[in-house]
């Protein structure tokens, strides 16, 4: 959505997988450069971007559905704020936390909202899809239950590993002794939630109900796989779009996950548990536009109600967006996209064409830069890429689809006007 | 991208020298050291290259595998550090590193025989150990997996801390006790 916008206001923009433009920022013609986060690894190459003369500015991906002060403040490293001319913040609270924490960053943040918001209230409107429809015919009416261990069940490795990810790009500072406290708790919060979690998917099975059950992607998948694929009523799955899995559903259980936060954007029915007394139940914006059980059973008896017809359990929509603005600006009149794109057009009014025409040659070289864990984090393909762009052009009519040309292996450069037969970049 | 003047070094190396098992000390010492200024991805090509005149040296399929592993690219390091295992001496350490990026890739079965053989090369070592432990919890051998772990932190204490945390992981034996709450909760009348 930003990229399209910013072609609608006379950019040309490059996209793609970040590891393969890193390596070419010194080369690439002064520019804007966009990035998705503010961690230890993306900071590096924020300095890298200002240092070549790029306008450096940055969305957070990470705090979407976070509204703990020091959760959003442990996403940006402390060498990202000198490299940032601009910081996008999704909402208010966001705002005056990075202004009153770091008042050197005063006048370098806006408030924008966000646009993987505006693209699930947009997506909210139109019917189930075609994706979503198929997974109705398949598994019939499901209760979808979206995990997020993956702090004591990592992809990678095993909880170890993920302790030593944590300090390798920086929030976790291994000497601090609140730090380490915190994530001994946050061990202690997943495996009390993995074992409410587990329980309410089996109990509702045997109610006979059908679960389908989603491991986060940071997840390993493969342990669900082996130990629940055979209980009658529960299916693990890892494919397909997660917003095509919640349209299908009949209810998203979580536990703190960014899809509760998806699902109540696309006015999906939606609840969270929180098992046990843990500070992490508060930390997420999910959690607070869910309804929220602390034991298996209260959900339970919630979800057959809910399930039967005999209450709805998404109730209160509007008290709970009300309490949602602070962290997440969602006024009709502008997306999110659209704010991003005025701010960087005011800022860098000649930024707007790259004024080169080697783009092809530069990008044309071997795929050196992607790794075994690159690629599968990457986790799209080019037709992914392309169906994206249609689905964004579709939701934004006014903006059109733009030109699109492979630039080298996941990197497109796209811009205003249907493709010619000689595009020379 | 590899770097051309890395490419173009080691090029004008090989010319001077011959090909065989062993490559001359000077080619790793040169490698070595290009690697360590250019890093991984300046050395991709010229890496090829060394290994086509030299394929069964050690210490450049070491290298190599140090390299891969770098790049992420845990099963090409995993396979380069077997092969300097079968090309050069057989050592515990040796064995480890191979272990190490095996684990990496999930490639869990072959990663559990090199932990093994690690093991037996230093039976009173407590990274083998400790490895082999990760090893076989990821293969749902949880009591056996978290022993080892623990001797080994008996062993060493700086495996401690990480005994500890290893101990928090989500395992099979998490998934058994739930069944096992569940199936006892129905037993009773369910609650």
């Given at each position: 959505m930003i990229a399209l916008n910013a072609i609608a206001a006379g950019f040309d923009v490059i996209v793609g997988q970040q590891w393969e433009i890193f390596a070419r920022l010194a080369e690439l013609p002064t520019s804007i450069v966009l990035f998705k986060g503010n961690n230890g690894a993306q900071a590096e190459h924020m300095v890298t971007a200002k240092r070549a003369g790029h306008f450096v500015c940055s969305i957070e991906e990470?705090?979407?559905a976070v509204r703990n002060d020091r959760e959003i403040l442990r996403c940006?490293?402390?060498?990202a704020r000198p490299a940032l001319d601009m910081i996008f913040a999704q909402g208010t609270r966001q705002t005056a936390l990075l202004e009153g924490y770091w008042p050197d960053v005063k006048g370098r943040v806006a408030t924008v909202g966000n646009p993987r918001a505006d693209l699930l209230r947009a997506d909210g409107?139109?019917?189930?899809?075609e994706a979503a429809r198929s997974l109705r015919r398949r598994y019939g009416p499901f209760v979808l239950i979206n995990t997020n261990l993956a702090s004591i069940n990592?992809?990678?490795?095993?909880i170890y590993g993920y302790f030593e990810l944590c300090v390798r790009v920086g929030?976790?500072?291994?000497?601090d002794r609140d730090d380490m406290h915190l994530l001994h708790q946050q061990f202690l919060w997943e495996r009390e939630i993995f074992t409410a979690i587990t329980t309410l998917a089996m109990r509702l099975a045997a109610d006979g109900v059908s679960v389908v059950m989603r491991p986060h992607p940071?997840?390993?998948?493969e342990i669900w796989q082996r130990h629940l694929?055979?209980?009658?009523g529960i299916e693990v799955v890892r494919e397909g779009s997660q917003v095509d899995w919640l349209k299908a559903s009949s209810l998203l259980v979580h536990s703190g996950c960014t899809t509760g936060l998806e699902a109540f954007l696309l006015g999906h029915p939606v609840a969270a548990l929180t098992p046990g007394?843990?500070?992490?139940?508060?930390?997420f914006i999910s959690n607070l536009v869910s309804e929220t059980f602390s034991s298996v059973e209260s959900a339970r008896r919630a979800i057959l109600d809910h399930l039967s017809g005999a209450?709805?359990?998404?109730?209160?929509r509007a008290v709970k967006r009300a309490g949602l603005e602070p962290f997440l600006l969602q006024?009709?009149?502008?997306s999110a996209a659209e704010r991003i794109v005025e701010r960087l057009a005011a800022a860098c009014?000649?930024?707007?064409?790259?004024?080169?025409?080697r783009l092809r040659e530069l990008f044309?070289?071997?795929?050196?830069?992607?790794?075994d864990r690159r690629l599968s984090k990457a986790g799209f393909d080019r037709d992914d890429i392309m169906a994206s762009i249609e689905s964004c052009a579709r939701l934004a009519p006014s903006v059109g689809s733009p030109r699109v040309?492979?630039?080298?292996?996941?990197i497109f450069y796209l811009r205003a006007g249907p493709a010619g037969p000689n595009d020379n970049v | 991208m590899s770097d051309p003047s890395a490419l173009t070094v080691m090029r004008d190396a090989l010319r001077a020298g011959t090909t065989g098992a062993e490559a001359p000390r000077e080619l790793i010492d040169l490698f070595a050291d290009l690697a360590r200024r250019l890093g991984p991805e300046g050395v991709a090509d010229a890496l090829r290259l060394v290994l086509a005149f030299h394929p069964n040296c050690a210490a450049l399929l070491n290298i190599g595998a140090t390299i891969n592993f770098d790049r992420e690219r845990w099963s090409e390091a995993a396979d380069l550090a077997r092969w300097a295992m079968a090309a050069g001496p057989n050592t515990s350490e040796g064995q480890m590193v191979a272990a190490a990026y095996l684990f990496r890739s999930r490639r869990l079965h072959e990663a559990r025989h090199h932990c093994a053989l690690a093991e037996e090369l230093?039976?009173?070592?407590?990274g083998p150990l400790f490895l082999h432990g990760r090893v076989l919890m990821a293969l749902d051998l949880v009591e056996e997996g978290l022993s080892k772990i623990d001797r080994a932190a008996n062993r060493d204490a700086k495996f401690k801390f990480a005994a500890r945390v290893l101990h928090l992981g989500l395992t099979a034996a998490d998934f058994d006790r739930v069944k096992s709450d569940f199936a006892s909760a129905n037993t009773d009348g369910g609650k």
């Open positions: 990470e705090v979407l940006y490293h402390s060498t409107d139109e019917d189930l899809g990592p992809r990678i490795d095993d929030v976790m500072d291994p000497n940071s997840e390993n998948a694929a055979g209980i009658p007394r843990f500070e992490f139940h508060d930390f209450q709805c359990l998404d109730t209160n006024s009709e009149d502008k009014p000649d930024s707007a064409r790259p004024k080169t025409t044309g070289a071997t795929r050196t830069h992607l790794s040309t492979e630039l080298g292996p996941l | 230093a039976p009173d070592g407590a």
